[in-house]
């Protein structure tokens, strides 16, 4: 008597891969890796910071059309480098000018208390308004920047995710394809 199970016994070489990613990135990434033919194994949360994970991917070594869908994951991969790097640009000057304008306004309060204990009132005066203006301008420089920038760098980021949803759609067709 035989006896049939559903497992199936061939063989099947897997390749396999680790791509880390901020913790809000893991189901737009898991999407995009099936369709170049990768499933998720596992999702490692022990990243060394807060926030990561990392994609444990495996696929069959035998995919079809490997060579293109190579080309496409890497461009996948650019396309997610620079919506990172877009993100990342919206508040970069918006630190800058807040944080020097921050040490400026500590120095002039430290010129301000020289001028105070040398007994030079109108310096003293001055340098002590503007540099309490220093220390309190920043925020609402930082969040104009931000969001000066943020509405310049937004339409960019839509741009790209319009490239990485077609770059995912080559590939989908691809691996069905065969």
Do not use: H
């Not at 035989?2 to 199936?8: L, V």
């Not at 444990?56 to 869908?69: E, F, G, H, M, Q």
């Not at 204990?117 to 301008?137: E, K, R």
């Not at 790209?160 to 770059?167: G, V």
């Amino acid at each position: 008597m035989t006896t049939t199970t559903d497992t199936d016994t061939r063989f099947v070489a897997y390749e396999y891969a680790a791509v880390p990613a901020s913790a809000e990135q893991e189901s737009l990434l898991k999407d995009a890796y099936r369709n170049f033919g990768w499933t998720c194994e596992a999702v490692d949360r022990t990243g060394l910071t807060t926030g990561t994970v990392t994609l444990r991917l495996k696929r069959d070594r035998a995919v079809p059309n490997k060579t293109t869908l190579a080309k496409l994951q890497r461009s996948l991969e650019n396309t997610l480098e620079a919506i990172d790097n877009l993100e990342r640009s919206k508040s970069t000057k918006a630190s800058i000018v807040a944080f020097t304008v921050g040490i400026l306004g500590s120095a002039a309060l430290a010129g301000s208390v020289f001028c105070f204990m040398a007994s030079l009132w109108v310096p003293f005066v001055i340098l002590g308004i503007v540099g309490l203006v220093g220390w309190a301008l920043p925020y609402f420089l930082y969040t104009s920047i931000r969001t000066k920038r943020a509405a310049i760098v937004n339409a960019e980021i839509d741009r790209q995710y319009d490239q990485l949803y077609a770059t995912c759609e080559q590939a989908a067709a691809l691996t069905l394809a065969a």
